[in-house]
Each structure stands twice: as C-alpha cells, then as structure tokens.
C-alpha cells in the first residue's frame, strides 16, 4: 500500500487542477505547446507564501486556510480582460466546490507592466 503524504496529495490535486486550466482555456493547435509546458513543470514544486496581500484593496488573504489553492499567472500583454476569463473561472470554481468537500482557493497573479 502506498501512502502519499499530505504534501504530495495537495501538489497532486494542484497539478491536475493547472493542466485542467490549461486543458480548457488553450486551443488544440497549441496542444503540442501545452504538452512542453506540462512536461517541463511535472515534479516541479510551487511554494507559496502562508498569506499574500491584494495590491488593489489591500486585504491580505491567508492561502493556510485553503486545503488547496490553484495558481494562475497571467501578463499584462494584449487584452488582460480577456486573458482572465472571469465567467469560466466562477464556472470553474463552482463546479469544484460542487464536486469536493476540500477548501479550494483561486489566486489570479497579474503582471502590469509600466
């Protein structure tokens, strides 16, 4: 019987989760692409901070309370609007909160340029 620590299970759930986002948000032409990436980041660990601050209002959200969190980059390059896709994440996240019991939290990392 394999145990897989908590550690493991969590980076596993957010692997699945970003190639999920990947999967969905990309077209097939750049399916090779997509693969690349995926391949380059497997094993791949992200740590990420116990709270982080939002830059606009100033809150701090504390990422411990979350038994997941999934993380997405996005740059400032072209229409960041459009990048977002804001209506297919609240779909996203809600078909993940109807699907689990885990407390799952969605961190949009922005990149502005000047």
């Given amino acids: ?4 620590s908590y550690y493991m299970r969590r980076f596993i759930y957010v692997l699945i989760m ?4 990947f999967a969905t948000s990309c077209e097939r032409n750049n399916e090779a692409k ?12 992200v740590v990420l ?13 504390d990422l411990s309370a979350s038994e997941f969190t999934i993380l ?3 740059d400032s390059l072209g229409c960041t609007g459009c990048k977002m896709k804001l ?3 609240n779909e996203f996240l809600s078909s ?13 990392v922005i990149h502005l340029s000047t």
């Fill in 49 to 61: 901070p116990g709270h982080v601050t939002d830059a606009v209002s100033g809150d701090t959200v």
């Fill in 72 to 74: 997405t980059y996005i």
């Fill in 87 to 89: 209506p297919l994440w």
């Fill in 1 to 4: 019987m394999v145990v897989i």
């Fill in 96 to 108: 993940i909160d109807s699907i689990t019991e885990s407390d799952v939290t969605a961190l949009m």
């Fill in 18 to 21: 970003v190639l999920g986002v």
């Fill in 34 to 45: 997509i693969r690349e990436l995926v391949r380059l980041w497997q094993g791949k660990h």
